[in-house]
């Protein structure tokens, strides 16, 4: 019997190695083809190109309509995102103010430059500020973008007038105690991952699910749309600049130093966003000691593009609240 029992053991552990290498072996295979006939989308965003701290980074300017010498907006787009996902509101926030928003190495249309940590994104922002000769702007982050517009504003203060955090709290710390950091997804093995990041970018069907899961029923899925998500992606190096970003530990600030930040804050946040929820928005709020919060019910986590008119409307009186600070 308990030969049987080995024998069986050693026929499964062999098929589940046989099973391993033709799935290493196919994906090396498909990774091959996709080098061979790679997908490029003629899709060229809009804007131009700044040296920020070294970095080549694409940005969007949209102009004031009315002039008013309000401080500008820079919108900073969280993990996986480029400039487009502020493409439906800015021209809306640019009313009266300048608006820039621009794409964090590893993502959009920027050029992939390691270590993708948020010491060197903090640099990015700087640089971007410095060679945009932005006074004193207000920050909106997105996402994880709001970690970066906070580590702004802890190493300098003086260069902002606030920071608006948005659907992010600027920390990858988890847990009833927030001190399970967020750790990187190193089980993305090589050439597995690759592979399977490459297939659904290549295609719109995916895309178009993901997106519109996480934007609403307001949010742009016709063809065009996808493709302004998935033409970043597909450029050379764009699949390993995302995997190398998803492999390494969330970027983000200790609650400790979330609660140093100095200069004014808000938070806005979706009701239905199930990675920023009412409970920790207002923990953020309590965290940046400030009272300056606004709830957008009913909207999820990429409300800015799905539901624009009314992320802008939440968002004008926290700019305007700001200033007056």
Do not use: K
């Amino acid at each position: 019997m308990r030969r049987r029992v080995g024998t069986w053991a050693r026929r499964i552990g062999l098929t589940l190695l046989a099973l391993v290498a033709l799935v290493f072996a196919a994906s090396a295979a498909y990774l091959g083809w996709d080098r061979l006939a790679p997908v490029r989308l003629d899709v060229r965003a809009p804007g131009f190109d700044v040296d920020a701290a070294g970095v080549r980074t694409h940005v969007e300017h949209w102009p004031a309509v009315r002039p008013s010498g309000r401080p500008p907006l820079v919108l900073v787009p969280g993990f996986a995102e480029s400039t487009y996902a502020w493409s439906r509101v800015a021209p809306l926030l640019a009313a009266d103010r300048d608006v820039y928003a621009y794409d964090v190495r590893g993502y959009g249309f920027t050029d992939y430059v390691p270590p993708y940590d948020l010491a060197a994104d903090t640099d990015q922002l700087g640089g971007v500020l410095a060679a945009l000769s932005l006074q004193r702007p207000i920050v909106v982050g997105h996402s994880s973008g709001v970690a970066i517009a906070l580590s702004w504003a802890l190493r300098a203060p003086g260069t902002v007038t606030g920071v608006v955090a948005a659907n992010g709290d600027g920390s990858p710390y988890f847990g009833a105690d927030r001190t399970t950091p967020g750790g990187g997804g190193r089980w993305l093995v090589d050439p597995v991952a690759p592979a399977i990041v490459t297939g659904v970018v290549r295609h719109r069907a995916p895309i178009r699910w993901v997106v519109g899961a996480q934007c609403g029923p307001g949010c742009p899925v016709d063809d065009g749309a996808i493709d302004r998500w998935r033409a970043p992606f597909l450029r050379p190096g764009g699949v390993d600049a995302l995997l190398a970003v998803a492999r390494r530990p969330l970027i983000g600030l200790t609650d400790a130093q979330v609660a140093t930040v100095a200069v004014p804050t808000a938070v806005l946040y979706s009701s239905e966003d199930g990675s920023f929820a009412r409970s920790d928005a207002l923990a953020t709020a309590a965290r940046l000691r400030t009272d300056r919060v606004a709830e957008l019910p009913g909207a999820r986590h990429l409300a800015l593009l799905g539901e624009p008119e009314r992320f802008a409307a939440a968002l004008v009186p926290l700019l305007d609240a700001l200033e007056q600070r």
